[in-house]
């Protein structure tokens, strides 16, 4: 996997794997930001990347406050309102901890690889072990500060592990560029450590990938 992207200024308003997602992006690019919330990403992009950013948000409470900020964002569904977007439209599609909400990931995946020639993806890994500890230790659904919700008013219908989206990577036939597991705090897990051990010690996951060259 190869390193791309420099570093960010960091703040205390700024989620560190948003700052993460933004290294990666290159100057003046075109971004679609999928599932984009209150745009803090899109601001972050447009501030320090200077791209040409765009982005889809479900809740009309957020395309609100995106549309307050001055921010170009329209409401949609990343399940059905991918389909309309033209091939290569976008340099980069970004989906930030939303995969796990949507209702098909695969589809949306594929969809996202399509539109763009890069896609960026940061999802919480359900394979951490302080989930596992709460499943084998209290027998309960877990609840951490990346999946803060009661399992019966959650969000999140496709919970998957680092893994897992590993192998969802090469269904789609997706190429990783790069690869990254961050802690709790932050911190990044050893580049060249395995996968089970991503899958074991990362609280969320970062990838940035783009299409299979064919042959």
């Known amino acids: 996997m190869s390193q791309s992207g420099g570093e960010m200024?960091?703040?205390?308003?700024?989620r560190i794997d948003l700052l993460l997602v933004a290294s990666?992006?290159?100057h003046g690019a075109r971004v679609l930001d999928v599932g984009c919330g209150d745009g803090e990403l899109l601001r972050l992009l447009s501030n320090t990347r200077n791209v040409d950013a765009r982005g889809v948000e479900i809740s009309q409470k957020g395309v609100n406050d995106c549309v307050t900020k001055g921010l170009s964002v329209v409401q949609g569904d990343a399940?059905?309102?991918l389909a309309d977007y033209p091939d290569d439209g976008f340099d980069y599609v970004i989906l930030?901890?939303?995969l796990q909400a949507t209702r098909n990931p695969r589809k949306v995946l594929?969809?996202?690889m399509r539109i763009g020639k890069r896609a960026?993806?940061?999802?919480p890994n359900f394979g951490h072990w302080r989930i596992r500890w709460q499943l084998a230790v209290r027998g309960r659904m877990p609840i951490t500060?990346?999946?803060?919700y009661a399992w019966y008013e959650t969000p999140n219908i496709h919970l998957c592990t680092i893994k897992d989206f590993v192998n969802l990577v090469d269904v789609v036939d997706a190429r990783i560029l790069r690869a990254v597991a961050m802690n709790s705090s932050g911190a990044q897990i050893r580049v060249n450590a395995p996968w089970w051990a991503w899958n074991l010690f990362g609280e969320q996951g970062v990838f940035l990938l783009e299409r299979q060259k064919k042959s």
């Open 120 to 123: 960026i993806v940061s999802f």
């Open 145 to 148: 500060e990346n999946l803060s």
């Open 79 to 81: 399940d059905v309102d």
């Open 96 to 98: 930030s901890q939303t």
């Open 110 to 112: 594929e969809q996202m």
């Open 9 to 14: 200024p960091q703040t205390a308003l700024t």
């Open 24 to 26: 990666m992006v290159e």
